[in-house]
């Protein structure tokens, strides 16, 4: 059985930083896909960043040159880095680990096992 758990959400400034942490229990490969997703009220789920194999790394148009995300699998833990936040980034952040590696196109569906959310708000 596999479990997500996702934390570091918080209250931040404009253009302040946040590192977001996931940590993953359970019989899930190293070379599985797990991503971070976001969603804001009334919104869809967005795919922020995913992580696969150590060379893989997908980020979402709105992530690219400010986001990072990592992996510590003796931790097991993924990280993301995010920086030079914008009020557009608050959401609720999610992170999310699929049965395999990571796919095109980035779907929430593809993913099965969820964190609860950690709450990003970023004022203005």
């Known amino acids: 059985q596999v479990h997500v758990a996702d934390s570091g959400g918080g209250s931040v400034q404009t253009g302040g930083s946040l590192r977001l942490s996931c940590a993953i229990s359970?019989?899930?490969?190293?070379?599985?896909?797990v991503g971070w997703f976001r969603q804001s009220p009334g919104k869809e789920r967005e795919g922020v960043a995913l992580?696969?194999?150590?060379?893989?790394?997908w980020y979402g148009d709105s992530a690219k040159g400010r986001f990072t995300i990592s992996r510590d699998n003796a931790k097991n833990m993924v990280y993301l880095e995010m920086k030079s936040l914008s009020p557009e980034d608050t959401a609720m952040f999610y992170c999310?680990?699929?049965?395999?590696?990571?796919?095109?196109?980035?779907?929430?569906?593809?993913?099965?096992?969820w964190g609860q959310g950690t709450q990003v708000t970023v004022s203005s």
């Open positions: 359970g019989n899930l490969e190293s070379r599985n896909c």
């Open positions: 992580i696969g194999t150590p060379s893989y790394r």
């Open positions: 999310a680990a699929a049965n395999g590696g990571c796919w095109s196109p980035v779907l929430a569906t593809r993913f099965h096992f």
